[in-house]
Structures are given as structure tokens and as C-alpha cells.
């Protein structure tokens, strides 16, 4: 691996200075001119001036032919007119503006030509070039108009419903054209014998439209996209490139189709939108999403790297998805090996919007919409419980409590705890941003503020961001900043989960009564008795008792400068901070809320923290093209500091004034129940590289590199080395190649290996911790002295985790681009997973086992994605979709003791031969339904395995044949993880009106319902409301017999936590989201001065089709290992949401 490094290092070091040479040979060239030749003007078309340009400068010039069909261009004008401080641009904007066009520059090696705004500043130069094109002569432009028949006049909009403004419009066959007005509306006279005719729109990146006059005065349309004009542009690390070059696995997601959902981080709005990635999303306000790509490739750390404008920074909620432009996922070691040791869970690229070239624009949205929980728990209410205790009581052949009994039983106390729980929630979301610019400077501010009250009462996230780009270029120089200030506040109760609270608590137990007042409940909460026993928490006292608020602040950004050398080479210096301060203070009142709890007195707890980024980075990016053979690339260095300083403290008994609390530790006079601070401080530093080769765009070839060196590893292994080599050959570029139908058809292949370092590592694992607190005594006088021992156990061998990973692919385009597909295959394997191996006893170790590079796991699985673009006139629709396999096995798990290949976790086992936190529990057989099944249910050796039970107990598989129900019976029972998951999105525009349809699935995994364990063990508990228990004359159910658990094991068998009876499918198909768009008449918003104006009401999580009897499928689970427990995770909600959006 380390050879395949040096050798992509050396190659793009060689070419660096191979292309110097041959840029230096051909200037002599280009400055040779033979003598006593006169130049003439020469007129020729724009098409041919840039194909001559693009061969010039070895750049790529994208456009729509039919816009640049008729226009030319004198040659003499452009000698005459270019600066030599920057050749290439200074002709190509001599070329365009005479024809009434502009480019935009993408990176420095890809330009997109547009039309300017305003037909008046460039009629008259069309008209003359066009006027010397076919009769070359300078004044012809006072030539007589024609005779006109009629005068059109009409809007020309986008699919979206934007006005477009610079829209060609020609009478087909005539000379009679014009262009659009800013607002997109047009007026054209026709001339005689044509009221029947053709009109023809054409706009770069907008497909040609044709539309019969049939003597109208009136004509409106809407263009559709360009598929091939549109190509994507990627961002891979470092570099821009069209997509159809990636040699690796990349998906992008664009910015329109995340943000249709409301979500507070970009996890959340990729869910369902890009094969290979697994997002598990949360309802708690502010919490953000788990995500997973191509599987789970540790047991310590799944979260991707994430790369915001250059600035390797997380991506929580503390960032406005309105201000993103395009997302990119890199997702094989081909596409993330820039990045190296942090790479191996993927990488989330996020490029943010930036401004354009043009008047200042002012854009706007509203967003507000109502929440609710998307399912609730179906329990008893107070009569309903009553009767069932009785039963369970009787059944038992005991006397039935106060509470539920005949006679004292209160019908009128009858708690809904969920209607005390949860509410309607809000959501809403403002945005506002400003941005323009001119040739050589560009700028965006935005503000946004997003607010969220939960579904669970005392529960919300608010957010308020400011960000500002700018770019700005000097001659050779490109410089400028993106910035991002955001503040956000979590506030929620202290402790409990609500999700479980309120189906446990008993519906006969009041929220709050006097008769609950005692020294230490002097309000009198609802926590049970000895006649009404539950150990839930009473929800409603937990949020008046307690609070917790959580304060982020961040600034994050990159300044950069970008300085062309030479046509074929950049230098480029990124300089990236990213600073938080994060304050959270947690406050308990005086009081219990659970029932026997000790008691706990007032306290108030502080954590404050301070973090600190600093990345900076220098690289060269070279782009040269020799006949059939492109090579491009980049190389470079990077460095990251990162420190993290946090202080913790808190004290008892609050200082009261009346019924207020004051809040300050200050202020509180019991002890101390936290005091100190943790620091952590690591540094990065890294070799970059890659160089692509391309010859014909027929034949590609990607090598790339990173040599990282990190501080949290030992001076042995601080070093690691991070290669990828990967090919595609583009099949459709071959001569014997002649399928009409198929546009484009590539192969990729991609082989690396790449690392991760789990955040639970800490900043020096490699070496032991010193604890300094113990006091000793020592001499004569018996002095106390200061101790200190060793606390930890340390590996100083330590090294990154490692994953290396093949990839197969096929990308292909049919009947012209509507139809794209790609499919790709992919295995990685895993190694020197980290794990705590156990250690003996005897070694005195007191901080945990520590940690060794010792376990494999792999994933493998397919990616196939297919999208299909049908354009009318007035109906525009696509369709896309995508479905993902994922499989993940354990290989090894280094040395856990003699015949011990696993490891352990809840009900979960990770063992070799099977997937990651596989369930690991008994597995069941329905019920005993007699006392002669319970008597003849034997092992081999005739005895009894479950004398205990009584019939419609559940009975047990003995796996072990020895006789007895234990742990030792208990299997491999399904996997937490989807066998497969899918994605469809449907778009439709018809005139006005648009539709969105986002679906998404998951399939073949199993869910551990704890919530439903808990309901159904009977004890201490509200029952589920359809429990149908077994009896005597009832033998038809699943549910076994009721009674009380004291001396009785058959019902305590019943209640195993860890048996299949909990165990569900997780498989769903759920409607992520139903959006449906106006857009307003331009004539309505004219008056106003605003435009592209669109109203949308919008459903999010609107139905979910499943099996699963919990409050909701998509769960995240406790840990890696425990991925498909369900221990009151709180459901995704359903979101009915209102907007409008426009500009002005």
C-alpha cells in the first residue's frame, strides 16, 4: 500500500513538471508568426471560437447548442479587446457579450455560458454579428424590418415555476427575435405569413421548445430541463469534476430534494434520497439523526466525516439546511482516500450557497407547521385496568388492592398520561438571504431562524444562524470567506423517557393529589402506593421538578486563496476554524417522582465547554490536456488542531425565596455533587494526493493517496498510509459501439483502504492516567500527604482502524439522458477494530479494560439507482429511485478468553459468523396448553424440562437438551440491520402546480420492543389494551396466563427479558413526504416587485405501513451493538406544514 502512496505522489509530481515544460514549448510556439502576413478580420461562428478557446486554455466550456447555433464572431475584435492579465476569461467574456451572453465559472477548468438579464444591453451587438455573418458589411443593421403580422407577447418559466429571464425567442425560419426581460415576459413581432408559424425558446441548460403560433397573441411556456447540458459537477476533496468522470462510488443529493422535509440537521433530509446510506431518525427536538453508510464498520464510531466549503467540521444541528447548495456522499475508498484516517465511515461533502453575478436579489421562505406524535400506545384506561387486575389477582388466589377492588375502586380517577404527555407541537422556519455581484465579486448573507416545540410537552430546539460568502477575484487571485454564526437551545426535563413513562404509569393513579403530600413529595405528585405500585416516573412532576437547557454557540467558516500560476495549475491556501462554547445547566427542585425513591434534595448542575478547530492547508490543483490525453489533479498538505475543554460543577440545596429557586451554584448551600474538568487536545497532519488520467474520455484512471500522522497514537504507530487506485472505461466512447438508445455506459472499478478513529478514544490512549486525589499518611507526625496512583491500564501499540474496500460499477444513460441507472457492488473488510478486551483481575486495573486493535467485521451488499425524466409542454415529471443491500458479518474479535468468539451487549451477541449486535435470546414454542404437554415435554433423558410451568405458560425451546430453560439455551435470532432499504421520489410540474412524492423503506431486520416486554410482564404496569390472556376456555392467543409473579415461576418464566416473545419485524414503507405547489401569476406579484413566488402545503411521516407494534419502526437503538432496541425511542412525527418562498 505504501508503494501504490509514493507511486501516485511521484506521478503527480512528474506530470507537475512534465506540463511546465510543455507549457513553456508550446508558448514558443504559439509566439512564432510568419512575416509579411497581413491579419484580416475574419467572421466566424461562436461554436467554433470555443472549441478553438477550450484547445487553447484546456478547459471545458459547457452550453446548449441550439442557443449558440446562429451567433458569430470577429476575430479581429477579440485580438484587439483581451487583456493578457487573464487571457482565457478576458476573450471568452469578449465572445459572449457581443452576443448577448456570460459565463459562470464553476472551478478553474469549468465554465457555464447563461444569457444576461437584459435584452436592451445586448440586442444590438447580436444583431450586428449576426448582420456581418451573412452579409458582411458593418451598417446593415439600418436595413428595412419586414412587414408585421401580429405581436406575441408571454411569460417563459421553468418547471419549477422561476421565471426565466434571457430566454431566446425566435420566429422559426425568420430573422425576428428577442429575449426575455428579467421577469421572463417577452414581446415579439411576427412578420406576414408567418401568424401560423413556429416560436422557438432556447436557454442554456433548458431544453428547446417549438411551439405553433396558430395566430395567438398570447403564448406562455414552461421549459424543461437539459439532462446532458445540466451534467453534475462534483465536489471529491480538493477537486470539481463532471460526475460522469468519477471513477468512484459518489452519490449527490441535491439541496431542493433534502430540503423538502423539515428536519433540524442534514442527516435527517437525506433519509431515503441515496443508496448505501442508512439514516435513523429521532423525534427528540434538536437530537439530530444517526447515519450509517454501507453498513457498520465498528463497534465504536459510525457517524461520516463531514466537509462544510473546505472545513472538515461537524455537521449537527447547528447548521441551516437552507443555506446548503448541493450535498455530496463519497462512499468507496476511490472517492474518500483524500481523506484518509477519518474517511472509513464516508464522507459527507456539503457545498453552501454562494452569490452570483447580477443585481442584488432578495430571497425569501416561510415555513410553520403543527406536529404530532405519529402513534400512541393503545392501554387501558382506569375501569379497563381495574377489571384486569382483579383478574390477575384472582387468578392468583389473592385479595384484589383498594384501588381496583369492588366497592373502593374510583371510576372517576382516570389518568390519560399520554394526554399529559404530548401535544401539538410547532415548527417554523424563516429564512431570509441577500446576494449579487459583478464580474469580479460575489456575495450571500443570509439570516434563519428554526424553532421546534415538540410533540412532548417542555420540550424544544431553537436556532437562529447568520451566515456570509464571499468571493472576490483580482487578477490571478481568487480569495474570499464562507462563515457561518449560530446559536442553539435545547430545553428539556432532566430525566425519564415520557415515550415510556406514559404507557407504564397506571391510569389510577393521579397526576396530583393531597393526598400523596409527605416531607419529602410536598406537592403531592402521583407516584403509586402500595395499593397502586408502578416504578415508572410520574411525567408531568419530572418536567415541573426539573429542567435542563443546553447552549450552543458556533462559528465556523474557511477563508481561502486561490492564485492561477499558470493556465494549468493552482495553488490554493484553505484556512478553516471551527469554535463552540456549549453551556448546559441542569436544575432539580425538591421533590420525588417516582414511587419508593429516596429522597433527593434540590441541586443545580453546570457543565461548560469550550471547543477550538483549526484546520490549514495548502495544495495544487493541475489540469493539462495533450491531444487524447487529459491529467489532472491535486497535491497537497493539510493540518488540524482540535482542543476541548470542559468544567463541570454542582451543588445541593437551593436557596429559596418564596416558591422561586435561585439557580446559581453559588447560591446553593449543601454539598457538592460534581467538581473538576477534562481536557483533550490532538493534532493531524497529512500528505494528499491525487492524480486522474483520461485519454479520449474513453479510458480514466484515478490514483489517490493520504500519509496521516496522528497524536493520539504512540510514536510506533503515530504513521499511517491511506492508498486507492480505481478505472472506468466508458464502453459507449468505443468505435464498435452503435446503440442508439444508450447515451452514456461506463464501468468503474476501485480498490483502498481507509481509516477511523472513534471520538471515545480520548486524546491519549496510548498512555496510563494518574489519579491525584488519594490522601496519605505518612511519618511520625502522621502528615498528610498528597497520593497518586496509577488509574488506567494503557496499549501504547495503538493504531487506527482500518477498512479496505472494493467496488464495482456500471453507469449508464439511455434515449438521450432521460433515463440514468447506476449499480454498483461493494465488499470492505474491517480490521484492528477496537476493542476492551478483558484483562485479570490481578493487574489492579481500575479505569476499564483498555483498548485493543483486535476485531474484524465486514459489509457487503449492492447499490442500484435509476432515475427517468419525461418533459412536455406542460406536464413535466420524474421519477427516482434506489435500493441498497447491506450485509455485515463479524470475522474476529481478537482474544476474549478461551472458546469465547464473541462479544456481548443486552440481549445482543456480536459472534463470529453472524451480523453485528445479533439478538441472542430463547427461543419460544406458543403455549403449554395442558398439564400432559407440560409432563411430556422432555430432553433425551426423560426429564421434565419446565416442571414449573402450569398451563398457558410459554414454552421454552431447550436447546441444549440438558433439561433446563436457562441462559445457556439461548440462539442467534435475527439481526438488528435491513437486508435491504429503498427510496422512491416522484416530481411532477403541471403549469403551476408542482407535486412531490418521497417514500421510503426498510426491510428484514428485527426490532427489540422493550416498551411491549414491560407492558406485557404484567407487573407494576398498565396492560395493553387488546391483551387477550390465556385461560381455560380461552387456548386460541399468544398471550400467556395472568397472575402475580410472587411465588409463582411459571409467570416469572413468562416474563424473560430475553426471549423472542419481544422480538418484532422491523420492516416498513412509510410516506416521508407529500408536498403539493402553487406558483402565483407573475402579473399578480408585479405591482409588489416580487417574483417566483410559490405557495406549498406540505405532509411529512403522513402513514407507515409495518408490522411492528411499537409507537414507530425506525428506531436507533442504545449503542452500535443494540442498533434494533426500541427502549422508548421517541417516534418521528407527523409534520403538516404550510409555506411560501420567493424573491424580489
Not at 471568452?92 to 459562470?104: E, P, R
Not at 393531597?514 to 407516584?527: D, L, M
Not at 474557511?558 to 453551556?583: I, P, Q
Not at 483498548?851 to 418533459?871: D, F, M
Request: aromatic share 10%; hydrophobic share 35%; charged share 20%.
Amino acid at each position: 500500500m505504501r508503494r501504490i502512496l509514493k507511486l501516485c505522489l511521484l506521478l503527480a509530481f512528474c506530470s507537475i513538471r512534465f506540463l511546465s515544460s510543455a507549457q513553456l514549448l508550446l508558448s514558443s510556439a504559439n509566439n512564432w508568426k510568419q512575416p509579411g502576413k497581413q491579419q484580416e478580420k475574419e467572421v466566424k461562428a461562436l461554436k467554433e471560437a470555443l472549441t478553438e478557446l477550450e484547445a487553447k486554455y484546456q478547459v471545458s466550456i459547457m452550453y446548449n447548442s441550439d442557443v449558440i447555433a446562429d451567433k458569430v464572431v470577429t476575430d479581429k475584435k477579440i485580438k484587439s479587446k483581451a487583456s493578457k492579465a487573464n487571457a482565457f476569461e478576458s476573450e471568452l467574456d469578449i465572445l459572449l457579450k457581443t452576443n448577448g451572453l456570460k459565463y459562470d465559472k464553476v472551478s478553474d477548468k469549468l465554465y457555464v455560458i447563461t444569457a444576461v438579464l437584459s435584452k436592451e444591453a445586448f440586442a444590438p451587438s447580436i444583431k450586428s454579428e449576426r448582420n456581418a455573418f451573412e452579409s458582411n458589411q458593418e451598417n446593415i443593421k439600418h436595413e428595412a424590418e419586414p412587414a408585421m403580422a401580429l405581436t406575441i407577447t408571454g411569460t417563459v418559466t421553468s418547471s419549477k415555476g422561476e421565471t426565466l429571464p434571457g430566454v431566446t425567442v425566435l420566429v422559426k425560419g425568420t430573422s425576428s427575435g428577442t429575449t426575455t426581460d428579467p421577469n421572463g415576459n417577452y414581446t415579439i413581432n411576427v412578420p406576414d405569413g408567418q401568424e401560423n408559424g413556429t416560436l422557438v425558446f432556447s436557454f442554456i441548460g433548458y431544453t428547446t421548445q417549438e411551439v405553433p403560433i396558430n395566430n395567438r397573441t398570447t403564448v406562455n411556456v414552461t421549459l424543461g430541463d437539459d439532462v446532458k447540458a445540466l451534467e453534475e459537477v462534483v465536489v471529491i476533496g480538493y477537486q470539481t469534476v463532471r460526475k460522469s468522470d468519477v471513477t468512484g462510488a459518489v452519490s449527490v443529493v441535491s439541496a431542493e430534494n433534502a430540503n423538502r422535509v423539515t428536519a433540524s440537521s442534514v442527516a435527517e433530509s437525506i433519509q431515503g434520497l441515496a443508496p448505501g446510506v442508512t439514516v435513523r431518525n429521532s423525534g427528540v427536538p434538536g437530537q439530530g439523526a444517526a447515519i450509517e453508510i454501507r453498513g457498520v464498520a465498528s463497534f465504536n464510531d459510525t457517524n461520516p466525516l463531514y466537509v462544510i466549503d473546505g472545513m472538515i467540521a461537524e455537521a449537527n444541528v447547528t447548521i441551516n439546511n437552507n443555506d446548503i447548495a448541493s450535498i455530496q456522499i463519497l462512499k468507496d475508498a476511490s472517492a474518500a482516500a483524500i481523506y484518509g484516517s477519518r474517511a472509513a465511515n464516508g464522507v459527507i461533502i456539503i457545498t453552501t450557497k454562494q452569490g452570483k453575478e447580477g443585481p442584488a436579489k432578495v430571497s425569501f421562505s416561510a415555513k410553520t407547521g403543527v406536529q404530532n406524535i405519529s402513534n400512541r400506545w393503545d392501554v387501558m384506561n382506569s375501569t379497563e385496568f381495574a377489571a384486569m387486575q382483579r383478574t390477575m389477582y384472582t387468578n392468583s388466589g389473592a385479595t384484589p388492592p383498594s384501588s381496583v377492588a369492588e366497592g373502593t375502586f374510583n371510576p372517576n380517577i382516570n389518568t390519560n398520561w399520554q394526554d399529559e404527555v404530548l401535544q401539538t407541537g410547532s415548527l417554523q422556519d424563516y429564512n431570509l438571504a441577500v446576494s449579487g455581484g459583478t464580474a469580479s465579486t460575489s456575495y450571500l448573507i443570509s439570516a434563519s431562524y428554526f424553532k421546534n416545540e415538540g410533540y412532548v410537552k417542555s420540550n424544544s430546539f431553537d436556532r437562529g444562524s447568520l451566515r456570509i460568502n464571499t468571493r472576490s477575484q483580482k487578477g490571478r487571485v481568487t480569495f474570499g470567506e464562507n462563515l457561518l454564526l449560530s446559536h442553539s437551545v435545547i430545553k428539556a426535563p432532566t430525566d425519564g423517557n415520557p415515550i415510556i413513562d406514559m404507557a407504564v404509569m397506571l391510569p389510577v393513579i393521579p397526576v396530583q393529589d393531597p393526598s400523596y403530600i409527605t416531607t419529602t413529595n410536598p406537592q403531592g405528585w402521583g407516584i403509586g402506593t402500595t395499593n397502586a405500585i408502578t416504578y415508572a416516573y410520574n411525567p408531568v412532576a419530572v418536567r415541573e421538578l426539573s429542567a435542563s437547557t443546553t447552549n450552543y454557540g458556533k462559528l465556523v467558516g474557511n477563508a481561502f486563496a486561490d492564485v492561477k500560476l499558470f493556465e494549468w495549475l493552482n495553488y490554493r491556501f484553505n484556512a478553516g476554524a471551527e469554535v463552540s462554547y456549549d453551556f448546559d445547566k441542569n436544575v432539580r427542585e425538591l421533590g420525588v417522582w417516582q414511587y419508593n425513591a429516596s429522597p433527593y434534595p434540590s441541586s443545580v448542575n453546570e457543565e461548560r465547554s469550550t471547543f477550538l478547530s483549526l484546520l490549514f492547508e495548502h495544495t495544487l490543483n493541475f489540469n493539462k490536456q495533450f491531444g487524447d490525453h487529459l491529467i489532472n489533479g491535486v497535491v497537497g498538505i493539510s493540518s488540524q488542531q482540535t482542543s476541548r475543554e470542559t468544567t463541570i460543577g454542582g451543588r445541593t440545596n437551593l436557596t429559596t425565596s418564596g416558591d422561586n429557586y435561585f439557580t446559581t451554584i453559588g447560591s446553593a448551600t449543601g454539598e457538592a455533587t460534581s467538581d473538576g474538568g477534562t481536557p483533550t487536545d490532538y493534532r493531524t497532519f497529512g500528505y494528499l494526493g491525487r492524480v486522474n488520467y483520461s485519454f479520449k474520455d474513453r479510458y480514466l484512471v484515478t490514483l489517490t493517496g493520504r500519509i496521516d500522522k496522528d497524536s493520539r497514537f504512540g510514536a510506533n504507530y503515530r504513521t499511517g498510509y491511506f492508498p486507492s487506485i480505481a478505472a472506468s472505461w466508458r464502453i459507449s466512447q468505443e468505435n464498435f459501439f452503435h446503440v442508439n438508445a444508450i447515451s452514456d455506459l461506463k464501468i468503474n472499478a476501485s480498490y483502498g483502504k481507509l481509516g477511523i478513529i472513534p471520538t471515545s478514544l480520548g486524546s491519549w490512549p496510548y498512555t496510563s492516567y494518574i489519579n491525584n486525589n488519594p490522601r496519605v499518611v505518612f511519618g511520625a507526625d502522621q502528615g498528610i500527604y498528597v497520593g497518586a496512583y496509577q488509574a488506567t491500564l494503557a496499549n501504547p501499540d495503538l493504531r487506527w482502524e482500518e477498512r479496505t474496500q472494493q467496488n464495482l460499477g456500471l453507469d449508464a444513460s439511455f434515449f438521450q439522458n432521460k433515463l440514468s441507472f447506476e449499480f454498483n457492488i461493494y465488499n470492505s473488510l474491517s480490521k484492528d477494530v477496537l476493542l476492551n478486551l478483558p484483562v485479570p483481575g490481578y493487574l489492579g486495573n481500575l479505569g476499564g479494560n483498555p483498548y485493543v486493535n483486535s476485531a474484524s467485521i465486514r459489509n457487503k451488499g449492492l447499490e442500484v439507482a435509476a432515475t427517468y425524466r419525461s418533459q412536455g409542454s406542460d406536464l413535466q415529471w420524474d421519477i427516482s429511485g434506489n435500493i441498497t443491500t447491506i450485509k455485515n458479518t463479524v470475522e474476529n474479535v481478537g482474544n476474549q478468553g478461551q472458546d469465547v468468539n464473541y462479544i456481548s451487549s443486552g440481549n445482543t451477541r456480536s459472534q463470529v459468523g453472524n451480523p453485528v449486535g445479533a439478538w441472542y435470546i430463547l427461543k419460544t414454542d406458543g403455549l403449554f396448553q395442558s398439564q400432559a404437554e407440560i409432563d411430556s415435554y422432555t430432553n433425551a433423558d426423560g426429564v421434565i424440562i419446565q416442571p414449573d410451568a402450569q398451563p398457558g405458560d410459554v414454552k421454552y425451546i431447550d436447546q441444549n437438551d440438558d433439561g433446563v430453560i436457562d441462559t445457556r439455551d439461548r440462539v442467534i435470532a435475527g439481526s438488528p440491520w435491513p437486508s435491504l432499504q429503498a427510496g422512491m421520489q416522484f416530481n411532477a410540474a403541471y403549469k403551476r402546480f408542482s407535486l412531490n412524492v418521497q417514500l421510503t423503506g426498510v426491510f428484514g431486520n428485527k426490532i427489540y420492543n422493550s416498551v411491549r416486554y414491560t407492558l406485557d410482564a404484567y407487573q407494576n404496569t398498565n396492560f395493553r389494551s387488546d391483551i387477550n390472556p390465556w385461560t381455560p376456555t380461552n387456548t386460541d392467543t399468544e398471550d400467556p396466563r395472568i397472575g402475580l409473579l410472587a411465588g409463582d415461576q411459571g409467570i416469572a418464566a413468562n416474563n424473560y427479558s430475553y426471549t423472542d416473545r419481544w422480538l418484532e419485524s422491523g420492516s416498513y414503507v412509510r410516506m416521508r413526504n407529500l408536498e403539493i405547489g402553487y406558483n402565483l401569476p407573475q402579473n399578480l406579484l408585479d405591482r409588489a416587485q416580487i417574483r417566483n413566488t410559490r405557495i406549498y402545503v406540505s405532509g411529512q411521516n403522513l402513514f407507515t405501513i409495518t408490522k411492528y407494534t411499537g409507537l414507530d419502526p425506525d428506531v436507533t437503538g442504545a449503542n452500535i451493538q443494540e442498533r434494533g432496541l426500541d427502549n422508548g425511542h421517541w417516534p418521528a412525527s407527523r409534520v403538516i406544514s404550510i409555506g411560501i418562498q420567493g424573491e424580489f
